[in-house]
Every structure is written in C-alpha cells, then in structure tokens.
T-cell receptor, first 113, second 111 residues
Framework: SQTIHQWPATLVQPVGSPLSLECTVE??????LYWYRQAAGRGLQLLFY??????ISSEVPQNLSASRPQDRQFILSSKKLLLSDSGFYLC????????????FGQGTRLTVV | LAKTTQPISMDSYEGQEVNITCSHN???????ITWYQQFPSQGPRFIIQ???TKVTNEVASLFIPADRKSSTLSLPRVSLSDTAVYYC????????????FGPGTRLSVLP
C-alpha cells in the first residue's frame, strides 16, 4: 500500500525566510499529488495538485509555489514567508483511476515568526 | 465537484449512535460520496465510500437515499476516541479527481 512521507514535522521560520517542504510517496507510481494547508481550527484548503511530473495546478493565488521534479516527489516552496503562511501543511496522493480515496502524510506544522 | 453542506459541530455521549448528514444537491451521476476522519495534528483518513443505498464496513455505515442529494454517516456506539472532524466529499472516482474539503463536522464525544 502507498505511504506518504513528509518532513519536517514542525518548523519555525522567520518572516521573509525561504521555505521548502518535501513530500515523497512510496508504494505506487504515477499518483495524483496534492498540497493542502489547514489553519488552526479550520478546514483544509487545497493549494496545489499535480497529475504528473512538471504538471502543477494552483487552486489559490498566494505566496507559495509547488514543483514535481520526480514522479513521487512533490515540493512546496516559498521565496519569502509571510506571517499568514503559518499553518498545518499536508501532502496527499490518490491513485489515478482506482477510486476516490486520498492518502495523507502526517503533516508539517509551520509557524512563521 | 458538488458542493457539500454539513453541520459545523455535534456533541454526543459515549455509547450512543451518531448520525452526521451531508447535503449535496448538485451531485452528478458519476459522483461517489466519501467520508474522512481527521484527528488534531494528523492528516485525514478514509472512513467509507458509497454510491447509493447503504454501505457498511467495520467502522461506520453510510446511508444514501435514492435521489442521492444527501448522505448520512452513522457511527455506532461512539467512544471518546471518535472525537474528530468528519468531512464529506462528493466527486468522481476518475483520473484527475481533486479532493476539495469543506469545513467538516466537529464531533465531540463526552463521557
């Protein structure tokens, strides 16, 4: 079965610093990949999704970008963090053509100070 | 994706059956209905999925009426560990499906 690895689990970064969060998937190939952000006590906001290498779609205009350099690697980045970028970031995947179940990583809690 | 509407929060007591209803008036013919559970500081996890009538697994039951414009997640005999946020998603199970989560229902199970 597929496993999603996200790191780090927690991160504290100053305003204006860069960000790079990495997500890797094991146990499947050619997955759809997603980045979500969740503010404290709120629902999940879909940020980016990718259906293949180099193919990124953005759901919300923001200070963040995403890249998929390899089939099972999804990276979330920022050149300059804002206070509003704080939140819980989750990577997820689903198996193309095999059903509507999404699998989530354990998340990264980012605090911008 | 069909928009969904759920209660923001619900309270229950241990041992009771909990039913959470989700409205999805614009559900499409190909759409499946999927429920997820999320504990604090964790990613959501799949609970159950259905297309019509009733689906049951070891965790929950999902009731879907004939018109499919709503669905009800039923949790039998909840325990304190069932305190979580429950999300209803409606969408196709085909290539390129996006998972758009609403605010969910925050279930609090009290002793």
């Amino acid at each position: 079965s597929q496993t999603i690895h996200q790191w780090p689990a927690t991160l504290v970064q100053p305003v204006g610093s860069p960000l790079s969060l990495e997500c890797t998937v094991e146990g499947t190939s050619n997955p759809n990949l997603y980045w979500y952000r969740q503010a404290a006590g709120r629902g999940l906001q879909l940020l980016f999704y990718s259906v293949g290498i180099g193919q990124i779609s953005s759901e919300v205009p923001q200070n963040l970008s995403a890249s998929r350099p390899q089939d099972r690697q999804f990276i979330l980045s920022s050149k300059k963090l804002l206070l509003s970028d704080s939140g819980f970031y989750l990577c997820a995947c689903d198996i193309q053509g095999e059903g509507a179940e999404a699998f989530f990583g354990q998340g990264t809690r980012l605090t911008v100070v | 994706l069909a928009k969904t509407t759920q209660p923001i929060s619900m309270d229950s007591y241990e041992g009771q059956e909990v039913n959470i209803t989700c409205s999805h008036n614009n559900i499409a013919t190909n759409d499946y209905i999927t429920w997820y559970q999320q504990f604090p500081s964790q990613g959501p996890r799949f609970i159950i999925q259905g297309y019509k009538t009733k689906v049951t697994n070891e965790v929950a039951s999902l009731f879907i009426p004939a018109d499919r414009k709503s669905s009800t997640l039923s949790l039998p005999r909840v325990s304190l560990s069932d305190t979580a946020v429950y999300y209803c998603l409606v969408g196709r199970d085909n290539y390129g499906q996006n998972f758009v989560f609403g605010p969910g229902t925050r279930l609090s199970v009290l002793p």
